[in-house]
Structure formats: C-alpha cells, structure tokens
C-alpha cells in the first residue's frame, strides 16, 4: 500500500485498540494540532485526507495546553484511551516539552508527534532549526527526551514500522506508560514508501494486570495480619487500575484506615467508614495522627512524594514498615518497604482473600472514627456561611462549601495549583471515584482549562468544573476558544485575589515576606505594594467567548454556581475572595513541607523562619 510517512501513521493509529476487563475501546482516539511548516502538509494532509471519522480532529491554541487536554482525556479514561498531538517544528515542538512532563510524572499517556527538521538536510540551517556545533544530529526535539517514556526519531520511512508498535507498548503499558514523542522529520513526513498491509491491520493491546508473587504475597498478609496499627496510603494507581471497590471492601473487611495521596483521593467515597481523608502536608489530622503512630503502611499505587511523607518526618513509629503494591518496580521499593510488585486492584483483591477474618482492634477502629468526625466539624466551620457573610466576599472554604452543597456524584472538580491543591485535598468530600481530579505531580498552572476540556470530551454529559485562582488563568487561558468553538459546556470558577496567594503565604513563613508575590503597581521605594492592577479577568473570560457571572457576595455566587451548572455553553464564575479570619478559614497545614530557608540574612523574618526550619527538619528520618 503506498502512502507517504505521515499518511501510514495516521491509518495505522487509526486501527488500534486497547482491553481490559472486556471492554475494548480506540486507544488513539482524536489528534490535537496546531499547524505550521513543519506539520501542515504531512500530519495536516494526511489527517485530511484520512477523514474526521477515521481520526477525529481538534484545533488548539496553543501546544502546552493541548497536552494537558489530551492528558485530561487519558485520565478520565482510566489510561485505555488516550490522544496524539501534532506540531511544528521549533517552538510549537518545544511548548510541548512542559506538558509531556507532566504526563510523564503523572504517568498518563500522550503521543506527541512533534515536526523536525529535514533528515536530508537540502538546505542548513532552516527556519527555527536550533544548530549545535558539535552535534548535527541534535534538533529541539531533543529536549522532549527527558520527559518522553519513549522517544523516537523517524529518519527512513520503514523506521516507523518498529518504531510505531514500540510506542504502542509503551502507552499502554500500566507501569511505563507516559509522554511517548515520535519527531517527524518534516521531509521524511510527505515521503512515499510501500507499506506491508498488515502494518494496518486492527490490533489490540491488551492491558496488563499483573498478579501478584505468592511468596510476596504471603508475606504482606503476615505483616498485615501482625501490624497493631496499619494504615492504608491509595496513591493513583488505586484509580488508574480500577481498584476503589476492591480497596473499599478490604478496608470495610479488615477496619484497616484509608488514607490518600492527592492522585488517589476519591478511591473511595468520602463516607465509607475507613476513609480519613488527605494525608501528608495537605492532608487532614486524622489521616497524619495515624501515619505518625503507625506500625505498619500499606503503600497502594503511591510513588511516596514529599507531600506524602511530609518531607520524610510523618512516619515518626520507629518500628514502622512498609508494603508497597505497586505496578511498577521502582516505586514498589520505595521506603525500604516489601515489595508486592502487581496491579493494584488485583493485589487488593489477592490481600483480601488472605486476610478472611481479620480485624483490627476495635478500639483503633474506633479512636480512627471519631477523630474522623472531629475532623468533619472542622471542614463543616471552614465550610460555614453565617448570616453576616452572605452580603460578604467569600472566603476560599466558603467557595467549597458552596459546591460541596450544589454538586452531585457526577461532578468532577479539577484543578492543580495554587492554594486550592491544598484546602481541596484536606476538605473535599469526594463523592465518586473519579470526581477527584487534581494534578498535582507536577502541580501545573495553567491545566485546569485544557485538562477540563480533554475530561469534558472523555465525559460527556456530566458537569465538568474547572477551579483556577487569577495566577492560574493568566497563565493558560487560550483554550476557552477551544471550548467555545466545540460547545463543551465547562465550569470555569475564577477565584481573584490579586496575585500569587498561595505562594505569597508560602514565602512569609519561610522569611522572604511576601516578596514580589501580589499584583500590583509599583509603590513608591519601587515594591509591588501600590494599588492593584485594574485586570479584568471576567472580561477577558467573555472576549474569548464565554458566557460570564460576575459575583460580588456569598450570595450572588450561590446563585451563579446553580446557573453555570445547569448552562449549556462554556461558563464563567468570577469572584473575589476575602481572606479568611482565624475561625473560619481553613484547618492550618497538619504536617510539614521542606522548603529550604536561607541560613544566614539580615532579616529578623528569615532568621526566624530558619530557626522554625531546623526545628522541623530535625524530625526526619531515613527508613531503611
């Protein structure tokens, strides 16, 4: 079959297929692209000549967030289903490098088909082509190196043979999978080449849930069965594997405490009895009472990130162990724990079966409960709107209670930075498994608008809302266009408090006092400590197309959440926030984050703060 490179690819992306449980599904199932020189009359004809129902086909605007769109689609999608994403070359390739990243870390598939330069090099340099004196071979691309699970340069066309079904594996691959870039040299793109027709034939990757060693498993179900206090960490391979019901009816069976990192909250519902909530710096006082007394941790799908561990000081028992269910090898090491390498719900549901009869000590059970219930009067506070506060800008907790009273199981929240992260994973009752979108592995501003567009499209029919603070939104606003244009009828709550709030409280308790953190004119001595700036985010909102709600009180937003939710466009809720007084905002951080603080200054703020540091850090420890 003669077709030229780009044209092959397209047909053969077309024609594969992912399972599991059953229930097969497109494992390609649109491409995002921006088109420039190096893509439009390859990928750009080729996906025209192809037709929108062999490959559909989304326009965005700007190539970062069509990352996170497709990542967004993968997520929602349980990984079986994922997007690729074409560019130029130059800087539309480069701007993909931060949201493979965040793929990557997050270990979410995305096929990245990045324009190159000529592989035959008729003219040097070409328009954007990076040189490098010392290296022909090297292009920008390069950089999507680091941050690709599976990097391939496609130099002849019957390299993309082998190098196609190797990004196939990858992606589909629970432990490996991630960015996977295929750079399409912009000549090689439009070239011809007869093509063994069984390169399209329809195929199907099967993805793998590995069971778990007998001698591993034997041994997590002796230390489970030994442990006086256990506690359970879900991390997201909990979610990506399908696992919450296997994990709830463990912990329902054993009374074992359910504690989740931000990518594994809501594998279980926020009423199941052994669910405590967050755990870690962001976490509640319940899920860190227990960390810090536990004997033994049950570490699900979780790669253990700072956050997690407080920074290596939270699991304070000197008798604590670990096990450590995980799909992938490198994590399921971490913590010098046992290793129960396998897929997370089959491991649970292996550990289950061992553990028949099996309780912990009521007592325990019982202290977990009501501290759980102690903990749910503090979110309730956070949460409250007394009367006086109705004719008030609301607070960030405020903003969540409001929510908390409008959504339903089929709502999904997503955000990734800022102070939101925080207050949503100590506060947050999530409801379904997958209400819970959160991205904080790489915690990237400016996700929230794509990724909500990517779940939209995995999820049609259900309300999908996007939370961003101002900082957020002025990052990444692009792809409201995108919505618009498709008529995804997403959420988008914009949050203003004039500036970088979350890190402007960070750099006070660490002694640089807020510097360079608000919006801002210019003061006199030259600081950003003059009048705010006069931007208007909800007229910026609207100029891109969406229909906006300006709120000024606690009321007009109750109102406006009700609307947007019940809008069938691209909807906008704009509100300035107050900042909380010490009874109603939220709990303060239950466990703590190192940030390194300078160790000598002039300034009595940081030499506190450092005073404060070496306390804390003082508390680490190494498990080996």
Not at 150 to 169: G, K, N, S
Not at 176 to 186: I, K, S
Not at 616 to 621: F, L, S
């Amino acid at each position: 079959m003669r077709l030229t490179v780009a044209q092959a690819l397209v047909r053969f992306l077309a024609r594969q297929y992912t399972e599991r449980d059953g229930h097969r599904q497109r494992l390609i199932a649109a491409t995002w692209g921006i088109f420039g020189h190096g893509n439009v009359a390859g990928i750009g004809q080729a996906l025209l000549e192809s037709g929108p129902r062999a490959m559909p086909f989304f326009q965005g605007r700007n190539e970062q967030a069509m990352v996170h769109a497709a990542v967004g689609f993968a997520r929602q999608r349980g990984r079986l289903s994922a997007h690729a994403v074409t560019t130029s070359i130059g800087p539309g390739a480069t701007n993909l490098v931060t949201g493979a990243a965040l793929a990557t870390i997050n270990h979410l598939p995305v096929l990245l088909l990045p324009g190159d330069t000529f592989a035959t090099r008729p003219a040097d340099p070409v328009l954007q082509q990076l040189e490098v004196p010392h290296a022909g071979d090297v292009s920008v691309n390069d950089t999507l190196r680091p941050v690709s699970r599976y990097f391939d340069r496609i130099t002849r066309p019957e390299a993309l043979v082998p190098a196609a079904l190797q990004a196939m594996r990858v992606l589909t691959d629970p432990a490996a999978t991630g960015a996977v870039t295929l750079a399409l040299p912009q000549d090689v793109q439009v070239e011809a080449y007869d093509w063994p027709e069984e390169f399209f034939a329809e195929r199907v990757w099967r993805v793998r849930a590995p069971q778990p060693d007998p001698e591993e498993l034997d041994a997590a179900r002796a230390a489970l069965r030994a442990a006086r206090r256990p506690l359970i960490i879900a991390g997201g391979g909990v979610r990506h594997s399908g696992g919450g019901n296997a994990l709830g009816a463990l912990a329902a069976a054993t009374g074992i405490p359910v504690a989740s990192t931000q990518a594994g909250k809501g594998s279980l519902p926020f009423d199941h009895p052994a669910d405590v909530g967050g755990i870690g710096h962001t976490g509640t006082a319940t899920a860190n009472h227990l960390a810090r007394e536990a004997d033994l941790v049950l570490g699900v799908g979780t790669r253990y990130t700072d956050f997690t561990t407080a920074s290596a000081t939270l699991f304070q028992n000197p008798d604590v162990r670990f096990v450590n269910l995980n799909v992938a090898a490198f994590d399921a090491h971490k913590m010098a724990g046992a290793p129960l390498l396998a897929d997370a719900r089959a491991g649970l549901r292996a550990l289950a079966e061992g553990l028949t009869g099996h309780r912990v000590d009521p007592a325990y059970e019982a202290a977990y409960t009501a501290a759980k219930a102690d903990w749910q009067t503090r979110v309730d506070a956070t949460y409250a709107v007394p009367a006086p506060d109705e004719d008030r800008p609301p607070t960030q907790g405020q903003v969540l209670g409001l929510l908390d009273a409008l959504v339903d199981d089929t709502d999904i929240l997503i955000n990734a930075a800022g102070s939101l992260p925080g207050d949503l994973h100590a506060l947050w009752r999530a409801r379904s498994g997958d209400q819970y979108h959160v991205e904080y592995g790489y915690s990237c501003m400016g996700y929230e608008i794509p990724a909500a567009i990517g779940v939209a499209l995995a999820a049609p029919g259900r309300p999908v809302w996007a939370l961003v603070g101002d900082g957020t939104y002025l990052m990444n606003p692009t792809e409201i266009v995108t919505a618009v244009q498709e008529g995804l009828p997403l959420r988008l709550v914009i949050l203003d408090n004039h500036g970088y709030a979350s890190i402007g409280g960070l750099s006070g308790a660490v002694g640089a006092e807020g510097f360079a953190t608000a919006y801002r004119f210019r003061g006199a001595d030259g600081a950003y400590d003059g009048a705010p700036l006069p931007v208007d985010l909800a007229a910026n909102a609207a100029s891109l197309g969406m229909a906006v709600i300006r709120t000024r009180t606690v009321g007009d937003l109750r109102k406006a959440l009700a609307e947007a939710r019940e809008a069938d466009r691209p909807t906008c809720v704009y509100a300035q926030t107050r900042t909380p007084d010490t009874v109603s905002g939220p709990p303060p951080a239950q466990a703590w984050w190192d940030v390194p603080v300078a160790e000598t200054a002039t300034r009595t703020s940081a030499a506190l703060a450092r005073d404060e540091y070496d306390r804390q850090a003082a508390q680490r420890r190494r498990h080996l």
